[in-house]
């Protein structure tokens, strides 16, 4: 069973930069594709960003591509994600996550979640 802590995030004015980080605990993490989502109030867990097991491969949503890069280091259990450019509608709850499998968008399509991390982004 992998565990996740995420940490990183904070207020920024918009059009500045955060980098989130996940440290993952448990033996198998580098099999795994891993993703980071994100939640506003009153809104639906949405994606942001994923990596396939070796950081060879990445996706991410159409909102953030361009600003947002996902990385991993395997050897340290750790997946980054760095946001630049923010803006005001960034804002929300960010989380990792571990997938049951291969790539995937669909939160169910994860088995694993940390507590989430909060980003505001002040206008």
């Known amino acids: 069973q992998v565990q996740l802590v995420e940490s990183g995030g904070g207020l920024v004015q918009a059009g500045g930069s955060l980098r989130l980080s996940c440290a993952a605990s448990g033996r198998t993490f580098s099999s795994y594709a891993m993703g980071w989502f994100r939640q506003a109030p009153g809104k639906e867990r949405e994606f942001v960003a994923a990596i396939n097991w070796s950081g060879g491969s990445t996706y991410y949503a159409d909102s953030v591509k361009g600003r947002f890069t996902i990385s991993r280091d395997n050897a340290k259990k750790m997946v980054y994600l760095q946001m630049n450019s923010l803006k005001p509608e960034d804002t929300a709850v960010y989380y990792c996550?571990?997938?049951?499998?291969?790539?995937?968008?669909?939160?169910?399509?994860?088995?694993?979640w940390g507590q989430g991390t909060q980003v505001t982004v002040s206008s």
């Open positions: 996550a571990v997938a049951r499998g291969g790539y995937s968008r669909d939160p169910s399509d994860f088995r694993s």
